[in-house]
Every structure is written in C-alpha cells, then in structure tokens.
C-alpha cells in the first residue's frame, strides 16, 4: 500500500477549474494504476478518471470526458486532476485512490490505497 494525501479542492463557481493534486509516499508509486473517485451525498463512491502506471493510458467516466484531465509525475510521486468547467453536479468529496496493479480499474474494490478526500463545491 502506499499513504495518499489530496489537496487543491474548494468552492468554485459554475464553468470554473479546480487542479486536485495526489501526492504519494513509497517507492512502488510507478507501478501502480492511480484512480479518482467522487462521492456525493447519499450516492455512491464513483469513478472519475484513472491512468496507468507509466502514465500512458487514461480512462474516463462518460460525465467528465472533454473537461477533466489526469495526469501523473512519477518523479515527484504525484497524481493530478485537472478539472474545467465545473458544473453543480461535479459537487462531491474526491478520492485518490491508489491500485495494486498498474491497469486502469473502474471499480472501488480495485484499489487497496486511498487518501482522505477533498471536497469540492461547484455553485450555480
């Protein structure tokens, strides 16, 4: 398992960007597929984007492709989401989530590491 911790959400107004960042501790970050996840209120934990090891693969949920992007430095152990216009139903409290294998999984039970989320509030 690797320790994540999230940074970069907040309140944003409707057709805004916000930049979530992952930061990664331990020395097998490279070899593993990183995944982000949401939740919002009384709903389930959802995925949102996830890349490959390498970074050269990228996978996407049908409500975010064309406005959010990941990407990762596996350099600096980090994973990033860049998110652009944001709509009120992108409200949520956002998850990295780190997986045991270097492939792209869409599920929550894919993964073995998670950070402790970072809300992010998109007003109307």
């Known amino acids: 398992q690797v320790q994540l911790v999230e940074s970069g959400g907040g309140l944003v107004q409707a057709g805004g960007s916000l930049r979530l960042s992952c930061a990664a501790s331990?020395?097998?970050?490279?070899?593993?597929?990183m995944g982000w996840f949401r939740q919002a209120p009384g709903k389930e934990r959802e995925f949102v984007a996830g890349i490959s090891g390498s970074g050269g693969y990228t996978n996407y949920a049908d409500s975010v492709k064309g406005r959010f992007t990941t990407s990762r430095d596996n350099a600096k152990n980090t994973v990033y989401l860049q998110m652009n216009s944001l709509k009120p139903e992108d409200t949520a409290v956002y998850y990295c989530a780190g997986s045991a294998t270097t492939v792209i999984l869409r599920s929550p039970s894919g993964y073995n590491s998670w950070g402790q989320g970072t809300q992010v509030t998109v007003s109307s």
């Open positions: 331990g020395r097998t970050f490279s070899s593993r597929a």
